[in-house]
């Protein structure tokens, strides 16, 4: 290090008026209550060499400089601020009182609304910036995806009407080499060196590209693992640590890197990996003895993969990347991890800074204070080609005031009653036997059951049944068009059959597609909310049944390469029910009727209470089921195919598929993709019933489901574990992700082992990392800015044959948001996509061999009153036209083994598929 003055003039240096000359950086610091300001200027041949930058406002400044060299910076000390009278004044006076106040509270901001233009990259975190730009910035930023503008549009709004203070470059898949995978942002970049930019992993590797750097294939892929950081004390990182066990770990999604031997000279590096990657929860076992012991067992008995976070030596790169430049002349920088993640500390500050960053840049122009008055003000609506999900929502809220145009009755008032009967269940037997006695008859022709048969550890509270009920009955079939419409993915429409309570059937073909038919239905019910006052659940009567996995072609995919032999969503209207309250043992009997009908409601209630009373007349302790044996493991399952079921994929090819994925994502167009494939079996006519029953049996589940189309000779078995999504009475968003499962142990030692081995897995969680900050970007689509949050990340759950690693996310939906709007943003399930999701689902298409049909859709309710809770179709038998399917699959990473993806497949059919062997061997065992 060397230390020296120097004194020269900038009057022959043409820059901008910006409190910090764009090619300079501004860090500040205190030291006995005086703020020092330092300006990182990058040193270049023959020692310090001040770059000429040419702009509209010119200026000349001359001072004096004190330099201190480093190896790879110098460090100005200046009191540089604009030259301008006038502007100078306003600097001064701002720079007081935010002093003043960061003083009081650092994390005060002292400007009004900053307009932010977030281009989206087709990416599933997009969203997650959006939140935190909403409440760092004010105001929400305008989304738009990076094909939706031409340079005309940006240019227009971004210099001529002045509509945008900076701009975001999201994350997102593929290349910036690529023009369909980068779009406008290189454009943007190289057209707008007069705005502040900020670019987040794509964003960062565009901003590389477009100056002449080269990207390349990082060492290894990493995506949903953590680093620890090393930067240069920049304004972007500024009241940020630095270093090896600093506290600054950021999450990293990226295959691709910007080659720094290639790094042009007007780049400057401001961050680089200090370490390996590490594991979210590894640095925690060290304090956990217990957890620590078993390490070490597994350890001795080579039970421990590489990716179980014992040892992080595996994940460790030799060399450092780059994570971070930043430009020398302009207000552009560019991160390679994610700041938005979160498990990233510090994100937010970063967007604060370059909140600051964009302040100070704008007060320091002659146009900057004009600018200011424009707000930025429910941009979607003033922007045209805005995003089409902004767009899409403005479509359907439309819709909202709009009669339902004749498709079915349209503003209905319904009126609800309901009976409570105290402690009920557990005295006619329970859930199961009310089921069995009130709707089973001709097993369970037209019948639901929404049951939650796990209900330990208040997993699950509520089951909801019923059959063939009320005047207001009816079932709605719905099936996808064979032809869509490819460019515009709200209008690939389909035929609905619907058949009412009478028998009577009819059909329409619903252009804008099954989702808005939903949303138009449930607006059209008017009721009292003081009808449902007090009631301890959600469902109060509406749709129950399912939409399957194809309807993604209703919520952005553009096609679907294969189609269902099922229908794409069927449903019933249930207006007479029953609920069971499993924490209490309460029986609900709730009957939704119009007002002339209330005669009809009144009988119905009378005949179900003398009924269930009945059930607890005729009920003895000696009737009773015995309690269930202790739950242990399945036994291995024989192969599939030895027991005559056929597979859309032999075990070569699942493996070599899975190999597929992995090269996908090595080239950077996913970060995670979650392979799936299917069994079949024909099975003839069954009592499909009673393999249900069987099946819950063997594996209860929160979110189990049972579902009977007679007229569609289709039945659902469902054992789900997992929550899609639920929007509660308090407008309360809820996603239970699952990512990653492994197998119950035979005994409480090795199960013990197996419980901490998925738990301490840096693959596990990397792949369950992934998905929450997905759900998160789903849910921030449609919540308030700032309420979505993360209460439990990473839990291990017990079920009857596996754990799984599941979190929670939860959110405040925006009042102007329908529940169908919330559904329609995060469908399908990330847990059953990957990341980012279009691009992920476009490549699972490719790949797999059949549709996914109802498998890997959800099953639950929508409420008349804009509530749902809707399950993810998994450990399910699907029984249609006289075949059983059974659908499988796992999130494949850069860290899988195409082995374990597939031993992990079976494992997770093993319920199922034992279920229906079990039930054969009992149907021949009754009738030989």
Partial sequence: MMNFAVGFSLSDITTTTTTTPPFLDRMTTKNNNHHHHLLLVRPSIGGLLLHRHRHRHRNRLSLKINIKISNHDALVSSDMAPANLEQKGIYLARKKKTEEEEQENPTTRNMGLIRTLLIDNYDSYTYNVFQHLSVINGVPPLVVRNDQWTWEDAYHYLYQENAFDNIVISPGPGSPTCPTDIGICLKLLQECGDIPILGVCLGHQALGYVHGAQIIQAPEPIHGRLSEIDHNGCRLFHNIPSGNNSGFKVVRYHSLVVDVESLPEELIPIAWTSSGTLSFLGAKTSNMSKQGSLLRKFSEESSVPKHCNGSQEAGRTRKKILMGVMHSKRPHYGLQFHPESIATSHGRQIFMNFRKITEDYWLGRDCGPAVKEKPHRNACTQVPHAGWWCKDVLKRQQ?????????????????LRCRKLERLAKLVGGSKRIFCELFGEHKGDNTFWLDSSSVEKGRARFSFMGGKGGSLWKQITFRLSDQSDGDDPFKSGGNLVIEDAQGFTSSIFLKDGFFDFLNKELQSISFEASDYEGLPFNFYGGYIGYIGYDLKLECGMTSNRHKSTAPDACLFFSDNFIVVDHWNDDVYIMSLQDCSNTAAQEDWLDCIQLKLLGLKDSFSSTLAPPPPPPRTPLADSPPPSEVGFILDKSRDEYIKDVEKCQEYIKDGESYELCFTTQMRKPIGETDSLGLYLDLREKNPAPYAAWLNFSKEKLCVCSSSP????????????????????????????????????????????????????LLRNDLGRVCEPGSVEVPNLMEVESYATVHTMVSTIRGKKKKSTSAVDCVRAAFPGGSMTGAPKLRSMQLLDSLESSSRGIYSGCIGYFSYNQTFDLNIVIRTIVIHEGEASIGAGGAVVAQSTSEEEYNEMILKTRAPLSAILDFEKKKKSLYP
């Fill in 722 to 773: 997992e929550r899609f999504l639920k929007l509660d009475k308090n407008g309360v968003l809820e996603a239970k992700p699952i990512k990653g499962t492994i197998r119950r142990g035979s005994t409480s030692d090795e199960d013990e082992l197996l419980k901490f081995k998925l738990q301490y897995s840096e693959k596990d969680q990397a792949e369950n990392l992934m998905i929450v900050d």
């Fill in 399 to 415: 819709h909202l005031n709009e009669q339902n145009g004749g498709v079915l009755n349209s503003n209905r008032f319904l009126n």
